[in-house]
C-alpha cells in the first residue's frame, strides 16, 4: 500500500515537471507576429512576381509588366516597378499586429493578405505622373493593389 502511494506521488511530480518542461519550451520558440509576417515575406529569399494590379479597381497589370518585388529583413528591391515602386529601399511594420508596413519613402502598405504562395497588398498613390518626351502616363492616382505569387 505504501508502495502505491509513493508510486502515485512520483508519478504526479513527474507529471507537473513534464508539464513545466513543456510550457517554458513553447514560450521560448514562439515568435510574434512581425517575425512570422517577416518570415513569409522573406520566403526563403524568394521573390514576388506581380499577377494583377488595379488602381481603383480598374486593371492596370499592363503597366506592371514582369513587376517583381524581394523582401529582405527591413530591405525590399523590385523590377519594373514603375514609378509607383522604387528599385530598391527599406520598410518597417506599422504595428505589432504586423497588418501593415510603411516604406522609406513614407507610403504606408497594407497586407490584405499573406496565405502560403499569395500575397495581396495595397496603398494610395497620391499623384498622376507623365512621362514629357514619350506623352504617356506614367502612373495614375488612386489605390493600387497589387496580388503576387512566389516564384521559386
Known sequence: MKNL??????IGVFLIIQAALMTSCKSETELTQKE????QLVA???????????????????????????FEDKKFTTVNGG???????TWSFTSEEATAFTRDDGIKVLIESLVG??????FEWAET????EGGRITSR???HKF???RKR
Open 83 to 89: 514609378v509607383v515602386w522604387p528599385p530598391s529601399g
Open 141 to 143: 492616382k488612386g489605390k
Open 44 to 70: 526563403d529569399g524568394d521573390s514576388w512576381g506581380v499577377e494583377n494590379v488595379t488602381v481603383d479597381d480598374v486593371d492596370e497589370s499592363g503597366s506592371f509588366n514582369n513587376f517583381s518585388i524581394k
Open 36 to 39: 512570422l509576417v517577416t518570415a
Open 147 to 149: 496580388k503576387f505569387k
Open 5 to 10: 502511494k509513493s508510486l502515485k506521488l512520483l
Open 129 to 132: 505622373t507623365l512621362d514629357a
Open 117 to 122: 504562395d499569395q500575397l495581396s497588398i495595397s
